[in-house]
């Protein structure tokens, strides 16, 4: 655990300086928007880094899970004027359950198989934002969703909502550090390792494996409500089938093998798709394939593994 | 138009679809029984298909039958290319490393697709001139026909490859076990490099078929492939004779569905079917006793 305080301390301290430096740099003044996406994001990406690194699974739907959480949020707030904490609560409950649904007969077969049931949930997901008008506004979505409040305090600048969303990243951070470091994280690692031994040794690996689709579902849903009460307007274009692909791209070219590199790769995508592949506009989906590709292929330990690599590396050269 | 003119309609035009999704679903096959991975560029490869015929006819005024087998080549090549280039070099691969692999390829082929031909779908011309005819009724296009037929041809093409010759006998072992086939002085990665080659060329073919009644445009590919492999699924991963039963049955229940229930529900009809299946009897329902469910 000591090497993750170290971690957790640099992490922190970052996010401290990071609004600081944002407020005395003309030239990325946008930056603090940009991060508050990012943390968002990075609470779906370490929920999925979990599903992946430890289940050895994927989940190709997630992004449906993140519209779950907003719409829950948006419709729940704008169109029936309740709190925003019970929109919340809402798109956790309905998430959970869908994901146990989704989750319970695709984890006992091993392969492909949740691959492709959440590629199909997910689309089924999309399509019902699209066409539920009445509910959801279709294609065109909605608008008026109130800020997040607790009494009379809105969260509605940039400033105290960075603040929000990066302590809400953080709580999610330290609870899935725990589990890593707990009976639950060591029966994850033991079904990672070999499957089959984990069973032989008592370990009952679909339950466990259900409790990560399920955990990474929350967090995904979670994220989804505090997207919506950013940007207070919601359409189905967030949640299509490229978000999910993103996602879990954001977690591969970090590295799968630690939530910290789901973490890394988050920012850095959030930052290449927000600011710096603007440029390329709509073909900024080539840049993102040909880079999976190139790290799936020749650095399948994400950014987290190069220091290890360089290191032995130097090792050999010696 | 009366009621069973209405509903001939619908049933002709799910069996056309449906012969789509049977195409898709055995490109599936053809790569998961030799490799066991399912290949999430498949889709990929019927908007390919399409599109490069839209270049081949459109653009090059090349006749039909040229057109038709300059693209399947053209397609059967960047198949080829992706085994080469992105399956064969990896060394130790596991299930999640494939899947994201054709994940890529397939992200790497829309945004191709997209640089070309842009974001607008493209028609064909229908391959023969006749005019649309009744029957109960119905108005059918001729291209239809065009659709059936040719996916019998390569159905029955397929079976007679796998069951007659060497070289399809030699896949099929290997889908059994690479190992042994290994011993046996099959050479695996060529039967993998075959397997892609198929599938891309099967993949082309659909799009090709298809496009004069469907239109085609890069993003078709995420949905024909979930489409398809809801065939593959249904009839039995592996089997062929299940992923074309399976194929049309979707197709019905597509076209049925959206003319008498939802047609905006349309799409989502075939992917909840696929979810039942995975959920209900992932081995499928049409599978023979030979093809079951090996790995998974």
Not at chain 1, 107 to 125: C, P, S
Not at chain 2, 181 to 197: H, Q
Not at chain 2, 230 to 251: D, K, P, T
């Amino acid at each position: 655990m000591g090497c993750e305080k170290k971690k957790i301390l640099t992490l922190v301290s970052f996010l401290v300086i990071f609004p600081v430096l944002v407020n005395y740099i003309p030239a990325i003044s946008n930056y603090l928007e940009v991060m508050i996406f990012a943390g968002i994001f990075c609470l779906v990406t370490i929920g999925l880094s979990l599903l992946m690194g430890y289940a050895g699974q994927i989940s190709l739907g997630h992004a449906a899970f993140l519209g779950i959480g907003a719409y829950s949020s948006g419709i729940i707030t704008a169109k029936f004027g309740l709190s925003p904490w019970i929109g919340i609560a809402a798109g956790i409950a309905i998430s959970s359950c869908i994901a146990v649904v989704v989750g319970i007969p695709s984890l006992k077969l091993k392969g492909h198989y949740l691959a492709m049931a959440t590629l199909g949930f997910g689309e089924i997901v999309f399509i019902v934002f699209n066409e539920e008008v009445n509910l959801t506004g279709g294609p065109s979505g909605f608008a008026d969703i109130p800020y997040l409040h607790v009494g009379s305090f809105e969260f509605s600048s940039e400033l105290t909502y960075y603040i929000l969303v990066w302590a809400v990243v953080l709580m999610g951070l330290f609870f899935a550090l725990n589990l890593i470091h707990s009976r639950v994280g060591r029966a994850w690692r033991a079904i990672h390792g070999n499957e089959m031994a984990a069973e032989a040794m008592g370990v009952p690996t679909s339950r466990y494996k259900l409790k990560i689709f399920v955990l990474s579902s929350i967090y995904a849903s979670v994220a989804g409500s505090l997207y919506t009460h950013y940007i207070c307007f919601l359409n189905p274009s967030s949640f299509d089938l490229f978000w999910s692909i993103k996602f879990v791209m954001m977690v591969i070219v970090g590295g799968m093998s630690s939530v910290w590199g789901a973490i890394i790769g988050t920012i850095l995508l959030t930052y290449l798709g927000n600011e710096w592949l603007s440029a390329f506009k709509h073909f900024d989906v080539l840049v993102y394939g040909i880079i999976l590709l190139l790290i799936t292929m020749f650095l399948p330990g994400g950014i987290v593994s190069l220091p290890r690599i360089l290191r032995s590396k130097r090792t050999n050269s010696r | 138009m009366n009621d069973t003119a209405q509903l001939v309609q619908y049933i002709l035009t799910g069996i056309t679809v449906g012969a789509i999704y049977a195409l898709v679903g055995l490109g599936y096959n053809i790569i998961y029984n030799v490799t066991e991975v399912i290949n999430f560029a498949q889709g990929e490869f019927v908007v390919l298909g399409g599109l490069v015929m839209v270049f081949m006819t459109n653009t090059l005024h090349l006749s039909l039958p040229v057109g038709f087998f300059l693209t399947v080549s053209v397609v059967t090549i960047l198949g080829a290319l992706m085994d080469k280039l992105t399956i064969e070099p990896i060394k130790d691969a596991n299930v999640l490393t494939l899947i994201i692999i054709t994940i890529a390829v397939s992200i790497i082929f829309r945004g191709l697709a997209m640089l070309i031909w842009g974001r607008d779908p493209y028609a064909l011309p229908a391959f023969s001139k006749a005019p649309p005819f009744t029957l109960f009724h119905a108005i059918i296009q001729p291209q239809a026909l065009w659709v059936l037929g040719i996916t019998t041809i390569v159905v029955i093409l397929l079976s007679l490859f796998f069951r007659f010759t060497m070289m399809g006998k030699a896949m099929l072992a290997c889908a059994d076990s690479p190992e042994a086939s290994r011993l046996m002085g099959i050479p695996v990665k060529k039967m993998v490099l075959i397997s892609f080659v198929l599938s891309a060329a099967i993949g082309a073919v659909a799009g090709i078929v298809i496009t004069p009644i469907s239109l085609m445009e890069y993003d078709r590919g995420a949905l024909l492939g979930l489409k398809g492999f809801g065939a593959s699924i249904l009839g039995g991963l592996g089997s062929f004779s299940g992923a074309v039963i399976a194929g049309l049955i979707l197709g019905l229940i597509e076209s049925l569905c959206a003319g008498y229930v939802s047609s905006g529900y349309k799409d989502a009809i075939a992917l909840i079917v696929l979810l039942l299946v995975l959920f209900v009897k992932p081995s499928g329902f049409f599978a023979g006793k030979r093809a079951s469910l090996k790995k998974f």
